[in-house]
């Protein structure tokens, strides 16, 4: 890669996923990218996540289809079930229809997986500084100068 394009890097505030997939995405177009996490450590609470289309479309743009597809759960159906009656309302079959409608699968992931899939990635980039206990507690934006 060529050299970065940003004498000062993107500052992303928050070591989450979509902090770390905003950095990835910097870092994919050429720029320096400084990842401030408060905690001590980058890690993720919670349970599962689902993943649609949209969000397949940027794993293959930013070359993590394949390390997601290793942790994620490709559902058969999605099966949508009255909360009252417990009786299904409607199915949506996931397979090869419809992934030639939409380009992309439907999947679930636990979101720890999910992090450290991002997270690996971001460490492999000589463009992104990881940074943990570090909290940021104002931001104070100026318009860009002519020339800068």
């Known amino acids: 890669m060529s050299a970065p394009r940003n004498a000062k890097p993107v500052v992303v505030a928050g070591g989450g996923i979509g902090g ?6 910097f870092a994919r177009k050429g720029l320096r990218v400084r990842i401030l996490e408060q905690a ?3 890690g993720e609470v919670g349970a599962g996540i689902q993943l ?15 390390a997601v597809s290793r942790y994620a759960v ?3 159906n999605l099966i949508m079930l009255d909360a009252i009656t417990d009786q299904e309302v409607t199915r949506i079959p996931l397979g090869e229809g419809f992934r030639a ?3 992309h699968p ?3 992931i636990y979101r720890p997986d999910l ?4 997270l690996e990635a971001c460490g492999r980039s000589d463009l992104i500084a990881l940074e943990t206990s570090q909290k940021v507690v104002a931001v104070d934006e100026h318009p860009r100068m002519q020339g800068e």
């Open 20 to 25: 770390l997939a905003a950095a990835l995405a």
């Open 40 to 42: 001590d450590a980058f």
């Open 52 to 66: 649609g289309p949209n969000v397949f479309r940027m794993f293959d743009i930013l070359g993590l289809t394949e």
């Open 74 to 76: 490709f559902p058969e």
């Open 101 to 103: 409608k939409f380009k």
């Open 106 to 108: 439907y999947a679930l």
């Open 115 to 118: 992090l450290n899939v991002l």
